[in-house]
């Protein structure tokens, strides 16, 4: 079949029930209003990914919480479960999978985003946080602790996932001169989307509804007291979707209830917040850190040399953009800073080592591509 005639019956606008098999399984239970796909963050992206025969066993369903047993599904009919297997590839909260009438997994569609990170002890093993979100909110407060390094640190995971970064700074009320902040953000990249608001004030966060539209799903990352919690309570507006659960049984057949990560908000998208996206930590992100970063990468890629560090070296086109007031020393320290941490954070003990001796190969490695990419 070609690929033009498998897709012939799949049309955009046809992102209704009518498109998955109509008999999602009676198991499905919740204590939450039905939704459909669309308005549970269904878009053309996955819709091209469906191929008519698995449509006719199999329906289409959500992650919306991980267990140590099972995932929990939402479905067009409410919240399911699925029994965790080792033929199963690893999912995560944001997933998106087709599961068939008799609760099996038939497949994992492909991710339009992903967060993920190096599980701990382990070289390969990719421990997924949330996958499929559309905007990540990095929360600061507009005070002392307002940090461009951090947002920078948090700016390369954002741009690693391929999620559209927001800059939220929170607080606005305790703030009498908003400029200097501004400025600073500016400063990493004249065309970051940022908000203000109070976190408080629930007139003052609707600026923050119109990203978490219908279908759009949205996350919070930020350090400890900037007012996330604060924001998610504001943004869900019915607490009630925060403690809404559903009840399951485990493994040895006991109900147990847990609530699930991916919440409707107030203006009709999803909020996911799981403890792993507040613990976030740099690794592995060199593309990150290469968006992030994009006006210092372009003039490393006029250095005389290829793997230069950017310190004494003769012919360093970023030194010479410092010097010429193009560029500033902080943002040149925060980029090696970040890309050595990251290299760190990614690397077992024994890599450790090995990785501390091999910065300037990291440097001819990513410095590199982006020339050959250029060229290319
Ligand atoms: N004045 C003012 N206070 C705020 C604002 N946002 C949050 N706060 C207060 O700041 C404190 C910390 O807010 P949280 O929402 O708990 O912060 P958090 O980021 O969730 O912190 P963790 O739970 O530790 O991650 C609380 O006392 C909030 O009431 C705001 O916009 N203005
Ligand atoms: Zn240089």
Same mark, same amino acid.
């Not at 927001?166 to 929170?170: A, R, S």
């Not at 917040?273 to 970063?293: H, I, K, S, V, Y």
């Given at each position: 079949?070609?690929k033009?005639?498998?897709?012939?019956?799949?049309k955009?606008?046809?992102?209704?029930?009518?498109?998955v098999? +109509?008999?999602?399984?009676?198991?499905?239970?919740?204590?939450?209003?039905?939704r459909?796909?669309?308005?549970?963050?269904?878009?053309?992206?996955?819709?091209?990914?469906?191929i008519?025969?698995?449509?006719? !066993?199999?329906?289409?369903?959500?992650?919306s919480?991980?267990?140590?047993?099972? !995932?929990?599904?939402?479905t067009?009919?409410?919240?399911t479960?699925?029994?965790i297997?080792?033929?199963?590839?690893?999912?995560?909260?944001?997933?998106w999978?087709?599961?068939?009438?008799?609760?099996n /997994?038939?497949?994992l569609?492909?991710r339009?985003?992903? /967060?993920?990170?190096?599980?701990?002890?382990?070289?390969?093993?990719?421990?997924?946080?949330?996958?499929?979100?559309?905007?990540v909110?990095?929360?600061?407060?507009?005070n002392?602790? /307002?940090?461009?390094?951090?947002i920078?640190?948090?700016?390369?995971?954002?741009?690693?996932?391929?999620v559209?970064p927001?800059?939220?700074?929170?607080k606005?009320d305790?703030c009498d001169?908003?400029s200097?902040f501004?400025e600073a953000?500016?400063?990493?990249?004249?065309?970051?989307?940022?908000?203000t608001?109070?976190?408080?004030?629930?007139?003052?966060?609707?600026a923050?509804?119109?990203?978490?539209?219908?279908?759009?799903?949205?996350?919070f990352?930020?350090?400890?007291?900037?007012?996330?919690?604060?924001l998610?309570?504001?943004?869900?507006?019915?607490? +009630?979707?925060?403690?809404?659960a559903i009840?399951?049984?485990?493994?040895?057949?006991?109900?147990?209830?847990?609530?699930?990560?991916?919440?409707?908000?107030?203006?009709?998208?999803?909020?996911l917040?799981?403890?792993?996206?507040?613990?976030?930590?740099?690794?592995?992100?060199?593309?990150?850190?290469?968006?992030?970063?994009a006006?210092l990468?372009?003039?490393?890629?006029?250095?005389?040399?290829?793997?230069?560090?950017?310190?004494?070296?003769?012919?360093?086109?970023?030194?010479?953009?410092?010097?010429?007031?193009?560029?500033?020393?902080?943002?040149?320290?925060? /980029?090696?800073?970040?890309?050595?941490?990251?290299?760190?954070?990614g690397?077992?003990?024994?890599?450790?080592r090995?990785?501390?001796?091999?910065?300037?190969?990291?440097?001819?490695r990513?410095q590199?591509?982006?020339?050959?990419?250029k060229?290319?």
């Open positions: 079949m070609t033009s005639n498998r897709f012939n019956h799949l955009s606008n046809t992102l209704t029930k009518t498109t098999a +109509s008999s999602v399984p009676a198991q499905a239970k919740s204590t939450a209003p039905l459909s796909l669309k308005q549970m963050g269904w878009n053309g992206f996955f819709q091209q990914q469906l008519t025969e698995s449509l006719d !066993y199999a329906y289409v369903a959500r992650v919480a991980h267990h140590r047993s099972q !995932y929990q599904l939402l067009e009919s409410g919240e479960s699925l029994a297997h080792q033929a199963m590839p690893e999912m995560t909260v944001g997933d999978v087709l599961v068939d009438e008799q609760h /997994f038939v497949s569609l492909e339009s985003a992903l /967060f993920s990170r190096k599980a701990a002890g382990s070289k390969v093993e990719q421990q997924l946080i949330a996958a499929n979100l559309d905007w909110f990095i929360v600061s407060s507009l002392d602790d /307002f940090n461009v390094n951090r920078e640190r948090y700016l390369a995971l954002v741009n690693e996932a391929k559209t927001v800059i939220v700074l929170t606005v305790l001169d908003l200097p501004i953000l500016r400063e990493l990249d004249a065309n970051l989307l940022i908000e608001v109070n976190g408080l004030d629930s007139e003052s966060t609707t923050l509804s119109s990203y978490c539209s219908e279908g759009k799903t949205v996350a990352i930020g350090s400890s007291g900037v007012g996330k919690s604060t998610v309570n504001a943004m869900l507006g019915d607490s +009630s979707q925060l403690t809404s009840r399951q049984d485990d493994s040895k057949g006991r109900h147990t209830t847990t609530s699930r990560s991916l919440h409707i908000t107030a203006s009709g998208g999803l909020l917040d799981t403890p792993g996206m507040r613990e976030l930590q740099l690794a592995d992100c060199e593309e990150g850190l290469n968006e992030t970063f006006d990468v372009e003039y490393a890629q006029q250095c005389k040399f290829i793997d230069c560090q950017h310190e004494q070296e003769p012919g360093c086109a970023v030194q010479a953009a410092i010097e010429a007031g193009l560029l500033t020393e902080r943002r040149l320290q925060s /980029f090696q800073k970040l890309m050595r941490e990251q290299a760190l954070n690397a077992s003990i024994a890599e450790k090995a990785k501390g001796k091999s910065l300037s190969k990291m440097y001819k990513v590199g591509n982006a020339r050959a990419n060229r290319g």
